[in-house]
C-alpha cells in the first residue's frame, strides 16, 4: 500500500491507500474519485486521466513514453507537470505522492 | 425533478450499469440504489478480455470497475446471478428470475447486446465459443496455447484482437469472414487491406467471401469448420465473433419503443419518464450528427449514456454532446477511432500505411465525419476536436504530413 493525495480542481482532497502495482488512475478509479475519467482503462488511448503531479514528486514518476507524451501534448491546459495517471505504477517509492486534477478532462 | 426518488433499479451490471450506480453517488444520490446483474461477479472492463486478459497480462481484480466492498460502502444493493424478467410499468413492479420482485421509482435498462449466435449444424458442439463476458474469457484461454488451431468465425474487431493475442500465446490462427474484407461493416477498405495485411505478416491465415456452413466434431467437440464450397479446416476451437444483437426484449415486452435497440432521448430516457436505457442497448441521438439515432458498441458510449442517465435523475446539467470514439489494440498497433463516417463524399489518408502510423480521414463536403488513426495520436486527438467543433478543414492540408495536425486544425 501507497499513500496518494488526489486534489479536485474545487479543492476536495482524497488522501487513498492504493495497492503497490496499481496505477494512480486505477487508485482514484476503483475508490471512486470524480475527475478522472478514464475512458479506455488505462490503455492509453484517451487522455481522459490527466492529472498534473506534485512538482515534489515529478522526478520519481519518471519519464513520459513517446505516446503518453504524444496523447497528452493535445488535451486542454496541459503544464510542464502534466501526466496521464494511467501510465504511473504506484510503487513505495512514491508513498505520499499529491497529485491535482484538471477542471475537466474533456 | 423536484423531489427525490427513492429507488433507483439498474438493470444489467455491465460497464454502463456499474458507471450509473458509481454515478448517482458521485452526484450525491441518497436513495437506495439496486444493481442487477446476471454474471456472478460485479460490474468489469470488457476490452481487456480480447487483449491483455487473454495473455494473461491483466487479473480479475485490475479487470473490476470497483472492489466488491465498494458497493456495500455506498450502499448499492448488487445482486449477482439473477435477471430481470419482466416489467410492469402500470405498478412500477420487476419480476427477476429468482422468482422474487422489486417495486422501482426509476428504472435503469443496461441490458447491454450478447453475441449472434450461428445456427448452423454443429454450433452446440464443445469448443465452439464466443467472446462477451469473462467466463467466455476463461473458456478461450484455457484452450489457446502454443500449436493449437483456433478458428475464428467474423473478421470484425472481436475477431482481430483474439487472433492477435492468440497468436502471442503461440496459436495458429485462421479468420474466416463472409465479405469480401474484413472489418467490411465497420471500416473503409484501406483499413481493411491494411490490418489483413498486417495479420498475414504475423502468421494468421485469411478465407474471404467464406461462409460457414457447419462445425465438424467428435465425440462432442469440434474438429472442424464446413465452408459453402464443401471444405472443411480442420481445428481445435472455433470462437464466433459475427457481431452482437442488443438485449431489447424486456423492454419490448413492457412497451417501450424499440427500433434496433430501446429508443432513448438526450438524457437517456425511454418512451417512459420513469425509465432509462444506456449502453450497447440503447438506440440513442448522436448531437454532433443532428441528432441522428445510433446504437452504439463502445465502453466511451457506456460511459457517457451513465452520465447522461445520472446528471438528468439528479438533476444536473446534460453533459455536453461528445465526439464518439473507440480504441482497438493488436500487436503493436494502436487504433483509435473517433466519429462516424455518415455520408461521407471523401476519404483521405495522411502518411504512408506501409509504415504502421497513418491515419484515415472521412470527410463530408468540408466537414470531417471520423478519423482512423494507427499508432498516430496527434491525428486522432486532432481529429476528434475537429469533428467536435464541426470547423471546416481544407483537406490538402490535412492530407499533407508536413504540415503539423496543430497548424491544419488552426
Known sequence: ?106 | MSEKPSHIVIIGAGHAGGTAAALLRQYDFQGPITLIGEEPIPPYQRPPLSKAWLKGEADADSLALKPLEFYAQNKIDFRPNVRVTAIDRQAKGLTLSDGTSLSYDIAILATGARPIRLSIPGADLDGVLELRTAADAEALKASLGPGKTVAIVGGGYIGLEAAASARSLGANVIILEREARILARVACETLSTFFQTYHEAKGVKFELGASATGFAGNEGKVTGVTLADGRILACDLVLVGVGVAPNEELAKAAGLDCARGVVVNLEARTSDTSIFAIGDVAQRPMPIYENRMFRMESVPNALEQAKQAACAITGRPAPAGETPWQWSDQYDLKLQIAGYPFDADQILVRGDPTSNKFAIFHLKGDQLQSVEAINSPPEFMMGRQLIGNRKPVNASRLADTSISMKEVAA
Not at chain 1, 497528452?72 to 496541459?78: I, K, P, Q, S
Request: glycine share 8%; with cysteine.
Open chain 1, 1 to 106: 500500500m501507497a499513500k496518494i493525495t488526489y486534489i479536485e480542481h474545487n479543492g476536495a482532497e482524497h488522501v487513498l491507500d492504493v495497492k503497490t502495482g496499481l496505477s494512480v488512475m486505477e487508485g482514484a478509479v476503483k475508490n471512486n474519485v470524480p475527475g478522472i475519467d478514464a475512458d479506455c482503462g488505462g490503455a492509453c488511448a484517451c487522455a481522459t486521466c490527466h492529472v498534473y503531479v506534485d512538482d515534489a514528486w515529478l522526478a520519481k514518476t519518471g519519464d513520459k513514453s513517446a505516446m503518453e507524451e504524444s496523447m497528452l501534448d493535445f488535451a486542454e491546459n496541459v503544464e510542464p507537470n502534466s501526466r496521464l495517471a494511467c501510465q504511473i505504477k504506484m510503487t513505495d517509492a512514491l508513498d505520499g505522492l499529491v497529485v491535482r486534477l484538471p477542471e475537466s478532462q474533456h
